[in-house]
């Protein structure tokens, strides 16, 4: 089963607690704090891998997690980073976010990667806060919860040559005679119902081997998903040339021509900038013969490149081999990808002091990025990391905001996904 597009859920690891020990040893008084940093979480990433054709390995697994970090350890011992995921994906696969909408990665090339979910960072080790007037402390940082997102995968065929027409135009009998591909062949249309890869032999003096796709048929209103069109015109997006297979035989082989070149320019008009050959199929029929003459004339009015053919007997393919590899690049070009840097979309984590105080029906919710960390690496359970806690919002100014807002003791204030209950520090008082 060709699958070209997927959902799936990809979790980074947590980074590891750090530790909040003191130095224990003989005749070693006051030791003081030794406690280790936590390790940081896998991260999950997305690499190229050349010998996927499709995301098959996605049809029945959607959920993916990378391990996390291992807590810090006494005499300042770190614990262990968490292992990265790789995911492999086929060349021309486009990564977006499903919450919302953004392109994260456009992978075409072999080896490419993207991150795609951070791993979280380790907590620091209670020997980071000790201070001149604070040399026992107890506190020490969890570790950051690793980064979860929900993303789409479209494959989009990296292929030299795309074959696009209507349905039973004759597109998989001439992949079929070009090629060692078999795709399933039948007087009817819609016969093919996904796309078909096969490698064109252009001769024995020509060392090239272009990759052919061909696509299921278009009809009229494809590139508004009517048909099966809507779900494919994607594929030949990054072909280098076009094929178009006008069936010769049809009752208008020039509305037949003119429907799918419409059809091309409302999905993408780059499309049409592409090289374009005209392949006027089923010259083995009269009606084909006797439609020929005006087709081409037409043709060469319009400067269109233009070849008859019958896929079914071998008539005309010598001629569209040599057009063909007129059309594409030179050996050394067309060993890269159509579209060989890709796509990877960096953008900046901020993490400054800036924050909201906004109120909903549940109570005051307080976010910034720096205090919603700030918030996930707290243990409230411990004494002295809740007041360290309690004094980043009085140095930020939340305690501030959170009093103008309205808040009173015992109020639910949310902060990032966790839910606090407001106590006024003496401070702010």
Known sequence: MFLDEVRIVVRAGAGGDGAATM??????????PDGGDGGRGGSVYLRVDVGQTTLRDFR??????ATPGGSGERQKRHGKAGEDLFLAVPPGTAVIDEGTGELIADLVAVGQEAMVARGGRGGLGNVHFATATHQAPRHAQRGEPGEERTLRLELRLIADVGLVGLPNAG?????AALTAARPKIAPYPFTTLEPN??????????GRRPTIADVPGLIEGASDGAGLGHAF???VERTRVLLHVVDGASRDPQWDHDVIRDELEAHDPALLAKPILVVFNKMDLPAAQAAWPAFEAEAR???????AISADTGEGLDAL?????????DAEALAEPPEPAGVVVHRLEAAGDGFTVERDAEGLVVRGKRIERLAVQTNFDNEESAERFQRELLRLGIDAALRRAGVRPGDSVRVGGLELAWEPSEEGE
């Open 23 to 32: 130095r224990r040893e003989a005749h070693v008084p006051r030791g003081g």
């Open 60 to 65: 029945y697994r959607h959920r993916f997690a």
């Open 171 to 175: 597109k998989s009998t001439l992949l």
């Open 197 to 206: 890869l096969g490698v064109l032999d252009l001769g024995v003096d020509d």
């Open 233 to 235: 015109l994607r594929h």
């Open 301 to 307: 009015r319009e400067d269109r490149g233009v070849v």
């Open 321 to 329: 081999r040599s057009a063909v590899g007129v059309m594409l690049p």
